[in-house]
């Protein structure tokens, strides 16, 4: 299983968005999220916080419903590693 990178919630905001994703809502700290095709997904944004391990494996297992390696090969090419 590869390891999951740390990432700050606006940063992971600007990573749906590169894939897909459209700002529907922003209600305090938090930022709705949603694809073309349905898919919803919810981003804390406290201040530089990083989201944490478990909140971002549901986020990506649950809510884009994608594998760990399928997210991690998206994110490499969007930080242009």
């Not at 349905?38 to 994608?66: A, F, S």
């Amino acid at each position: 299983m590869s390891k999951l990178p740390v990432i700050e919630g606006r940063e992971l905001v600007k990573f749906l968005e590169s894939v897909g994703f459209g700002v529907t809502r922003t209600k305090g700290s938090h930022v709705r999220l949603r694809s073309k095709d349905g898919r919803v997904t919810t981003v804390p944004v406290h201040g530089n916080k990083d989201i944490p391990k478990g909140l971002l494996r549901k986020i990506i297992r649950e809510d884009l419903e994608i594998s760990l390696e399928e997210f991690l090969e998206l994110y490499l090419k969007y930080k242009g590693k």
